[in-house]
Every structure is written in structure tokens, then in C-alpha cells.
């Protein structure tokens, strides 16, 4: 199989950044089972206004990931570019037989969240200088970490379907699963993992633009009625590197949470259920009755 991401700053530190980026490029082959094999490195530059040896510094935060997770880089491609850009093409491998999917979903399954959301006002906070780097330092832990651990322990527990949180968000993302599989959702907001800062800034409308898109595309979400808009920001928000969301069935539940917490998933958070309605429809409440 294989994968392709690439974006624009999101840190300042450059190391940073391009370990968040593998590890962003690398979590759909952990989304669906399959094991790393090697990456290509895709870079925009502007040469005339940034030093090569910041480029130096991202590619050395990009390369350590990469031998985390036992992916070759095998080189590249790079163009010069008026804003700098940075991303990989991955190959992986799966045995058919062991393919994660998100389609197989069924009615009484638990929905397990194995990252903090948040990411993406965090980053814009600090693109507008709404927040110290030191206050997104929890997050830039959690946007490296790869969903290696999350992919092992679905696959050691048995799931019944699986995607990365990313750009879409936990309900766009959570939208995808449930229509694939033919099924609805319930979602328990209060049990959902935040990184800290980040429903104050919502709350202050320090939010992304694709975070503010992917609320006006949430249309079959069912809103509570206490859910104001910076919570409904935090459902929606457009992750960078997030974590794997899980749907297991009750049986699995336990098993699952504690093959997370062995392999020390930055959350293991049962977040909600899979239900029988309209397909892909989300009723998101404070907690689930």
C-alpha cells in the first residue's frame, strides 16, 4: 500500500517539525495494519530567504522518527518554493488477512480514541501568537508519537474497524467509519481526551480555517443542547497526526484498553458506541445515557 502527506510549518522548531510530519505521513499505514517498508522525502524550499541548515535540522527530526519506526528512507524529491513544505510518500505492507478497515463497524461496538485532539488550535494559536511554544509541548509529544503501539494492539485484541484522526476531525473522520460500515454513533463529549488550552482558546475563536470548515460539513451531527460552539470546535478539529480511533466489540473492550496502556498510547479513552440508525449519523452529548 502506500501513502502520501506533506504540509506547511505547524512548530517553529524545524526538528519538530519533521518528526511530526513522519509521523503523520507514516499513521495511515498504521490505521490499516500494515507495517512500514520505506518513505520518500518531498520537500519545497525557498532557498533565498531560509538557511539549508534549517532544512538540515527538519530532516534530522524527520530521519529519527523514521528509524523508530523502521522505515527506510530512501531519498527524495525537492523543488524551490515560496513558502517552505515538507512531507513523505510511504510504502507499506499488510497481509490481506490482516487488513484494518473502516468499514466493518457493528451496532454495540465501543469507540476507543488512542490520541488527545486539539492539535490544530493548539498549532494556530501559536501561528498567532496566542500561545507560547512551551505550551504546546504536551502537543508536539503527542503529534510524534506514532500510531505503531495503537496498530499492535488493534491487531492483537481484534477490532472491528479503524481510521486515523487527521485533517477531517473525530467526526469527519468518525462520519467516514459509520457510513462505510452502515451503522450510527454515539459520542459522550466529556469523555473525550483535550489537550490542555485547548477549549480556552476555542473558546476565544483561536481556531484553523479547515477546523471551522469541517464543523459547517458536519451535517449529520446531533448536536446537545449544552454543547456550545467551542465544544463542537473540539469534535471537528482538524488534527495533525492524531491517533487511531478504534471500534471494538463490548467483549474486546477491556482487553483492548489494556493492550493500549501497555503500549503506552498518549490516551485510551472509551469515547462512545456504535448504534443501529441512519448511516453515518453522530448524536454527541455530554455523557451517554
Known amino acids: 500500500m502506500a501513502t502520501v502527506d506533506f504540509f506547511t510549518p505547524i512548530v517553529d522548531d524545524p526538528a519538530a517539525w519533521g518528526a511530526i510530519a513522519v509521523a503523520n505521513a507514516l499513521s495511515d499505514i498504521y490505521a490499516m495494519g500494515a507495517t512500514p517498508l ?3 522525502n518531498l520537500v519545497g524550499w525557498p532557498r533565498d530567504r531560509l538557511p539549508f541548515d534549517m532544512l538540515g535540522e527538519l530532516l534530522r527530526g524527520a530521519t529519527e522518527v523514521a528509524q523508530r519506526a523502521g522505515c527506510l528512507i530512501l531519498g527524495g524529491h525537492s523543488i524551490d518554493a515560496v513558502e517552505p513544505t515538507f512531507g513523505m510518500a510511504v510504502i507499506g505492507e499488510v497481509h490481506p488477512d490482516h ?7 457493528c451496532a454495540g461496538d465501543r469507540l476507543v480514541l488512542t490520541k488527545p485532539l486539539g492539535t490544530g488550535i493548539l498549532a ?3 501561528k498567532r501568537d496566542a500561545l507560547l511554544e512551551t505550551g504546546i509541548a504536551e502537543a508536539v509529544r503527542s503529534m510524534t508519537v506514532l500510531n505503531d503501539g495503537a496498530s499492535r494492539a488493534a491487531l492483537r485484541v481484534g477490532v472491528s ?10 467526526v469527519g473522520h468518525l462520519t467516514s467509519m459509520l457510513e462505510a460500515s452502515k451503522v450510527a454513533a454515539e ?5 473525550l481526551p483535550i489537550l490542555a488550552h485547548a477549549r480556552n482558546l476555542a473558546s476565544r475563536g483561536v ?8 464543523l459547517e460539513a458536519a451535517e449529520k451531527v446531533e448536536w446537545g443542547a449544552d454543547l456550545g460552539t467551542a465544544d463542537r470546535y473540539l469534535c471537528v478539529d482538524a488534527q495533525t497526526s492524531g491517533g487511531l480511533l478504534l471500534a471494538v466489540p463490548a467483549e474486546n473492550e477491556a482487553a483492548l484498553l489494556a493492550a493500549l496502556r501497555e503500549e503506552h498510547t498518549p ?3 472509551v469515547i462512545g458506541r456504535v448504534i443501529a440508525g ?6 454527541v452529548t455530554r455523557q451517554l445515557g
Open 161 to 170: 474497524a479503524a481510521t486515523d484522526v487527521t485533517g477531517f476531525g473525530l
Open 99 to 105: 487488513m484494518l478497515t473502516n468499514a466493518g463497524a
Open 267 to 269: 490516551a485510551a479513552a
Open 38 to 40: 520505506f518513505g520518500l
Open 187 to 191: 459520542i459522550a463529549f466529556d469523555a
Open 278 to 283: 441512519n448511516p453515518g449519523q453522530i448524536r
Open 207 to 214: 481556531v484553523p480555517g479547515g477546523t471551522e470548515r469541517n
Open 124 to 126: 494556530t494559536a501559536l
